[in-house]
C-alpha cells in the first residue's frame, strides 16, 4: 500500500499519539464531568445547611426570649414586695382537693318563633 516501510512505521506512529491523545481527552472529560457533578451535590448540600441554620437561628432566637422572660419573671419575684405580687396572683389558684364551682347565668330565653312549632 505504501511504498516504504519507514512511511508506515510514521503513520502507526502518528495513530498511536492519537489515541493516546484521546484517552488523555476522555480522562480529562470524565475528571471535569465528576467535578461538575460533585460542585452541584455540594451546592445542595450547602444550600440544605443554610436552610437548616436558618431554622435553628430562628428556634435559637424563640428560646432566648423565653429565657430573657424567665429570667425577668424570676428577678421580679425576688425584688421588693414581689412575694406579695406572687400571692395576689395565685389568690385565684385552687388549693389541692378542692373544686371550684363556677355560677354562669343562664342566657335570656327567646319566645318561640311562629315559623318553628
Known sequence: ?????????AITQERR???????????????????????????GAYQQ?????????????????????ARERFDQLFMVAGEQRLIREQSQWIAPNRLRV???TPPTS???SPSHP
Do not use: Y
Open 1 to 9: 500500500m505504501f511504498g516504504t516501510d519507514g512511511h508506515l512505521l
Open 17 to 43: 499519539e492519537l489515541v493516546c491523545s484521546v484517552i488523555g481527552l476522555m480522562v480529562k472529560l470524565g475528571l471535569v464531568a465528576v467535578a461538575g457533578v460533585s460542585l452541584v451535590r455540594l451546592a
Open 49 to 69: 445547611r443554610m436552610d437548616r441554620n436558618g431554622e435553628i437561628v430562628a428556634v435559637l432566637e424563640l428560646e432566648q426570649a423565653r429565657l430573657a422572660r
Open 102 to 104: 363556677v355560677w354562669q
Open 110 to 112: 327567646l319566645p318561640p
